[in-house]
């Protein structure tokens, strides 16, 4: 560790602007730099977030035209200096509460009611709210300290000096209690790293970086054993202690872990079973005829009362433990659970817990407060692009993986090639051995680069987090990842495209060997490019490898290798096919490079020798009067093209996609709705709210670039 905590807080003091003497509720003062630097506005009394949802219906269109009631007239509230546990069985509809609370609703998802925060319909900007999700998606090659600076470096503003930055980084990791393991790697599948639940920590302070005010987790505490989900939630705790508002679901608490919590949402098939204090759970169920027996964990017996498999478990086991049940007193043992279900949710609507949940809400919607409003980053379009190149540098020279494994292949396939075509010579057989080394170099050995596929998906799964966050635009990250790749791209093809020059003795002069390993570079660079168009739509690397095989297939076919140009039947495979492969430029432009100027022995040596050019118009079919370079531009305008192609497809991912589903989601219901008269939307009943609208229409976010 670099800084105790002393010497931390010293420096934020330290670092403290003059005019911070302004009194702000909720905030610390370096939070309050920050937020002024944000939202440009004097603070208004207290910009703590007072989340309340009020008869929140969620419905969803099946794939069928059915439509379902996921959340059914939910009505709660979450306040700052607090932490809401929201818990129920699995399919309760714990996600889809907090996603309907956080804007992250799915496309096919309707939402009623109304969302207050401060008092106000607000959408959650990135900044105001932070959604850490379920998987912690991070780049497992970077410490502790180099994943969240790299992250203050993309987000916090420009104009912040460093040891401001450094301030926040150091106390956020001394607030997570991420000390002991700050320059500890995180790890990936060649590199032990931090355990599950510091990796959970980090996320949560990828998060709270920008000083949000509320902080959604989904299942924070999954996969984690029970110490590491107690200090996960523990930290969530001090989090809420410092004025913010801290709302999670939780699939199956501890004991522990379960006294932590301040307020619990009970959720059953959509229901509010119980909702207020978490220690008065207990009251609750025995008030309802369902007291937690001795000797139970309070959260596994709600859990146990409101979970319906458990009817299916004991219709199961009854015959074999038929004595013990009817021995037993427990109330659950006499009905079945859908019953106790019921009973719960109807005595929970009688009760003074809904009733006075239910003043609450009405109490703190009347709260005004400020909106922190802001963008999810405040650094410039260079600064975000800067940070990327060099964070994805970074990892790709640390990840034996990425390249370093590939560039050992690819020396080793070129090696095999060199000593095959070892010295080709200009003998009557080296024509045809100088077209099948060119289609095997340009064909196979660019193949190859679709083995970078799972580190794309790597990267794009930490893309897709980040970009969720808003922590910065997509042109950005296309950007760097351009960037970042070609040092490696350009080692590797220098390379063996060297090894494989000189040991084949492929047409002597440096222009030639330029022209060969530059044309290399630009098919190794189209590949990959097009598997990172693959990878920001295909999630699923065998899938992905295998649409990304099937395209070079197709392409390497319609090369002009395995048939001659001009018999390429001209419909589809000639036109438009063989012009959109980057196999067919790549070996037009390396045949005309390699056999131009040259001058070949005939079948017999009677014979009269016969010329590259002649071999090139009358053997491979190659318009030789076609400059070699108008091939190689066209290659480096397909990286151009593919790298457009890769941009458009995240945008279409991120926008278009969800439109059309929502908008045949809506059309579902519709037709069924008027041909059956069946389930009619609820009176209100919106579209799904989108974060990402909302950003775009926010020119202060970097969704726009
Ligand atoms: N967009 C959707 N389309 C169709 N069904 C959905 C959608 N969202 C949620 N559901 C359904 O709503 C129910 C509740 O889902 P949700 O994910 O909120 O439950 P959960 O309590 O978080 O479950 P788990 O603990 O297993 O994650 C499930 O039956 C799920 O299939």
């Known amino acids: 560790?670099?800084?105790?905590?002393?010497?931390?807080?010293?420096?934020?003091?330290?670092?403290?602007?003059?005019?911070?003497?302004?009194?702000?509720?909720?905030?610390?003062?370096?939070?309050?730099?920050?937020?002024?630097?944000?939202?440009?506005?004097?603070?208004?009394?207290?910009?703590?977030?007072?989340?309340?949802?009020?008869?929140?219906?969620?419905?969803?269109?099946?794939?069928?035209?059915?439509?379902?009631?996921?959340?059914?007239?939910?009505?709660?509230?979450?306040?700052?200096?607090?932490?809401?546990?929201?818990?129920?069985?699995?399919?309760?509809?714990?996600?889809?509460?907090?996603?309907?609370?956080?804007?992250?609703?799915?496309?096919?998802?309707?939402?009623?009611?109304?969302?207050?925060?401060?008092?106000?319909?607000?959408?959650?900007?990135?900044?105001?709210?932070?959604?850490?999700?379920?998987?912690?998606?991070?780049?497992?090659?970077?410490?502790?300290?180099?994943?969240?600076?790299?992250?203050?470096?993309?987000?916090?503003?420009?104009?912040?000096?460093?040891?401001?930055?450094?301030?926040?980084?150091?106390?956020?990791?001394?607030?997570?209690?991420?000390?002991?393991?700050?320059?500890?790697?995180?790890?990936?599948?060649?590199?032990?790293?931090?355990?599950?639940?510091?990796?959970?920590?980090v996320s949560i302070s990828l998060e709270i970086l920008m000083r949000p005010r509320l902080l959604f987790l989904d299942e924070p505490t999954s996969g984690l054993d029970s110490a590491s989900a107690f200090f996960v939630t523990q930290t969530l705790r001090g989090l809420s202690r410092g004025g913010r508002t801290v709302v999670a679901s939780i699939h199956q608490p501890s004991s522990e872990v379960f006294e932590l919590f301040d307020c619990l949402y009970l959720l059953s098939g959509g229901?509010?079973?119980?909702?207020?204090?978490?220690?008065?759970?207990?009251?609750?169920?025995?008030?309802?005829?369902?007291?937690?027996?001795?000797?139970?964990?309070?959260?596994?017996?709600?859990?146990?009362?409101?979970?319906?498999?458990?009817?299916?478990?004991?219709?199961?086991?009854?015959?074999?433990?038929?004595?013990?049940?009817?021995?037993?007193?427990?109330?659950?043992?006499?009905?079945?659970?859908?019953?106790?279900?019921?009973?719960?949710?109807?005595?929970?609507?009688?009760s003074q817990y809904c009733y006075s949940a239910k003043e609450k809400v009405e109490q703190i919607s009347k709260v005004k407060g400020t909106v922190l409003e802001s963008g999810g980053s405040q650094a410039s379009f260079l600064m975000q692009a800067f940070t990327l190149t060099k964070r994805s540098f970074v990892n790709m020279s640390r990840d034996f993986g990425y390249y370093w494994l590939r560039l050992v292949i690819y020396i080793v396939v070129t090696v095999c090639i060199g000593t095959i075509y070892l010295d080709v010579g200009t003998v009557y057989n080296s024509i045809l051995a100088r077209g099948a080394c060119a289609s095997f170099v340009f064909g196979f050995v660019t193949f190859m680069s679709i083995g970078g596929f799972p580190s794309f998906v790597e990267d794009m799964k930490v893309f897709q987090r980040e970009r969720m966050n808003g922590h910065y635009g997509v042109i950005a990250f296309v950007i760097s990842n351009t960037l970042s790749a070609m040092p490696f791209l350009i080692l590797i093809t220098f390379i063996s495209g060297t090894i494989c020059y000189l040991m084949v003795h492929l047409h002597p002069g440096f222009e030639h060997y330029l022209f060969f390993v530059l044309c290399l570079y630009a098919s190794v660079t189209v590949v990959e490019s097009l598997m990172m168009a693959i990878a920001s739509i295909v999630p699923n690397f065998l899938m992905g490898i295998i649409i990304g095989a099937g395209i070079q297939g197709i392409f390497m076919l319609v090369s002009g290798y395995f048939r001659l140009p001009k018999d390429i039947p001209k419909p589809v495979w000639r036109y438009p096919m063989s012009y959109i492969s980057f196999h067919f430029w790549a070996l037009q432009g390396q045949y005309q490079n390699d056999l131009k100027g040259l001058m070949f022995d005939n079948q017999t040596p009677e014979l009269p020798k016969i010329s590259g050019e002649y071999i090139l118009e009358y053997v491979f079919q190659i318009d030789v009067n076609r400059s070699k370079w108008v091939d190689l531009s066209?290659?480096?305008?397909?990286?151009?093209?593919?790298?457009?192609?890769?941009?458009?497809?995240?945008?279409?991912?991120?926008?278009?996609?969800?439109?059309?589903?929502?908008?045949?989601?809506?059309?579902?219901?519709?037709?069924?709705?008027?041909?059956?008269?069946?389930?009619?939307?609820?009176?209100?009943?919106?579209?799904?709210?989108?974060?990402?609208?909302?950003?775009?229409?926010?020119?202060?976010?970097?969704?726009?670039?």
């Open 271 to 350: 229901k509010t079973v119980y909702f207020g204090q978490a220690s008065d759970a207990y009251e609750f169920f025995a008030q309802a005829g369902f007291p937690c027996p001795a000797l139970r964990n309070p959260s596994d017996h709600f859990l146990r009362c409101i979970n319906s498999d458990f009817d299916k478990v004991k219709a199961t086991l009854k015959g074999s433990m038929k004595l013990r049940f009817e021995a037993n007193d427990d109330p659950l043992e006499k009905m079945t659970t859908a019953e106790a279900i019921r009973t719960l949710t109807e005595f929970y609507l009688s």
């Open 634 to 705: 066209v290659l480096f305008c397909m990286i151009v093209i593919y790298r457009i192609i890769f941009l458009i497809m995240i945008k279409i991912n991120e926008d278009v996609t969800p439109w059309i589903r929502g908008y045949i989601a809506r059309k579902r219901m519709q037709q069924k709705n008027g041909s059956q008269n069946t389930t009619v939307a609820p009176y209100g009943l919106t579209q799904s709210p989108s974060l990402r609208n909302y950003v775009a229409n926010h020119p202060t976010g970097t969704s726009k670039r």
């Open 1 to 201: 560790m670099r800084n105790s905590a002393s010497d931390v807080m010293e420096e934020i003091e330290a670092n403290k602007p003059p005019e911070i003497g302004l009194v702000v509720g909720g905030l610390s003062p370096l939070s309050e730099t920050l937020w002024k630097e944000k939202t440009n506005t004097e603070f208004v009394g207290d910009v703590s977030a007072r989340l309340t949802w009020q008869d929140l219906t969620v419905m969803v269109t099946l794939s069928n035209g059915e439509t379902q009631n996921v959340l059914e007239g939910l009505t709660g509230y979450a306040e700052p200096g607090t932490i809401t546990a929201l818990m129920g069985p699995s399919g309760s509809g714990k996600s889809t509460l907090l996603d309907a609370l956080s804007s992250r609703l799915a496309s096919n998802a309707f939402l009623s009611g109304t969302i207050l925060l401060n008092g106000q319909k607000t959408k959650l900007s990135f900044g105001t709210a932070a959604y850490v999700t379920q998987d912690d998606n991070l780049i497992g090659t970077l410490t502790v300290r180099e994943t969240i600076s790299y992250s203050a470096q993309l987000r916090l503003p420009d104009k912040m000096p460093w040891s401001e930055k450094r301030a926040l980084i150091e106390s956020t990791i001394i607030e997570m209690g991420l000390q002991d393991c700050a320059d500890t790697v995180i790890g990936n599948w060649h590199l032990r790293g931090i355990s599950g639940g510091e990796k959970r920590r």
